[in-house]
């Protein structure tokens, strides 16, 4: 009976009831977007980091023709490449012995023999919109495919995977011998780094978060109280009000918590866009995670009916009213300086009235 009272006091309280219900309801939303965004960005950052380092590859040095000894071996040169400031991943690759199984490389069906090249979809793109002597004459061969998103950090990365003859990738400088590739994630310093910082972002929202829920849920709170008092002298307890509160808070915490995820959703392509890397992250792992959806629904209401409650733990609701348990101030120094004045006042009166001099009874508080 409680639970429908306050749902509806919340839902058909009037325009006050309404208003309030919107202000709070849009006030959540907007402190849950955020969040969902930071959580959503920490998420596609720490997926991007987990990914294998197939450029983290070593090898051994090669020496003379001994480089088939090991079956399956591979010449393997990586070096960084740019075009117009954007840094490109070159890999050149020589298969030693083509009926052996040679190395996999994450995103690629088969390393390229010599005269094939994969590259990724930002540099494929790229290579179309720019002359071919400026980008493409520095790929030998023909395009054999696309590098798939396991080899990739993000939609803006460009990689190419040449393959060369022994020969040719013998007389360059940093070619290494190579049977495996690595599938460790990379030790970067700066991995700690950002995620240290997306800790911080998060608890540092979440507080303001709690003080927008908290001022939320107290706007119109003399009204409100009002008609606490008046629900009270219709014969309510003090925790069936309690229960009225929470209810009419937890309601907008709610509404606005779900509000915030729709809205998240609506702008997910906007905040996948975030290059907070330097390169943007892949749409789909700028997402929370199912179990970070469900601490926000039952989350944010939670915190809402905590603020609530904590914003009468200083009222006491009674069928006469509102009374604040206000203590009384300590007496200021004009309280001393009135009575020393009405004191004076009263003997100079009294000595007059000896004298019978009549004395005024606005002489005696001057």
């Known amino acids: 009976m409680t639970f429908w009272l306050g749902l509806r006091l919340s839902l058909r309280g009037g325009r006050e ?7 709070v309801t849009a006030a959540v939303a907007m402190g849950v977007t955020v969040l969902l965004s930071t959580v959503a960005l920490f998420n596609a950052f720490q997926a991007t980091a987990s990914r294998p380092c197939w450029e983290c590859t070593t090898g051994s040095a090669p020496g003379g023709w001994a480089l088939g000894a090991t079956p399956g071996a591979v010449l393997w040169n990586h070096r960084q490449d740019s075009y117009a400031g954007r840094p490109i991943k070159r890999l050149d690759v020589a298969v030693l012995d083509a009926e052996a199984p040679a190395p996999a490389l994450p995103g690629v069906p088969a390393l390229p023999g010599a005269g094939r090249y994969y590259v990724s979809p930002a540099l494929a793109a790229l290579m179309e919109a720019v002359p071919r002597e400026q980008l493409a004459d520095r790929f030998p061969g023909t395009r054999t495919g696309l590098i798939g998103r396991a080899a990739l950090s993000g939609p803006d990365d460009l990689v190419v995977v040449v393959g060369r003859t022994s ?8 070619t290494v011998a190579v049977d495996a590739v690595a599938t460790t994630p990379p030790a970067d310093d700066t991995t700690a780094l950002y995620e240290h910082g997306f800790g911080i972002a ?3 929202l979440i507080f303001p978060l709690l003080v927008l829920i908290g001022t939320a849920t107290r706007l119109a709170t003399a009204r409100r109280e009002a008609r606490f008092a008046a629900i009270r002298l219709a014969g309510a307890t003090a925790r069936q009000i309690n229960a009225i509160a929470s209810i ?10 779900l509000a915030g995820i729709a809205v998240f959703q609506a702008l997910r392509p906007a905040v996948a866009g975030v290059a907070i890397t330097g390169s943007r992250f892949f749409p789909d792992v700028v997402a929370p995670t199912a179990l970070q959806h469900a601490a926000v629904v039952a989350g944010v ?3 809402a009916t905590g603020a609530a409650l904590w914003s009468l733990r ?16 300590a007496p200021g120094w004009w309280r001393i300086v009135s009575w020393r004045d009405w004191d004076c006042s009263r003997v100079r009166c009294s000595r007059t009235a000896r ?3 009549r004395c005024s009874s606005t002489s005696a508080w001057r």
């Open 314 to 329: 200083r009222v006491r609701i009674t069928p006469l009213g509102v009374a604040g348990k206000v203590r009384a101030s």
């Open 355 to 357: 004298n019978r001099t």
């Open 167 to 174: 020969g040719e990738l013998a007389a360059m400088a940093g």
């Open 301 to 303: 209401p939670l915190a």
């Open 17 to 23: 009831a309404a208003v309030r219900l919107a202000l």
């Open 202 to 204: 998060a608890v540092g």
């Open 248 to 257: 009419d808070a937890a309601l907008g915490a709610l509404l606005g918590a």
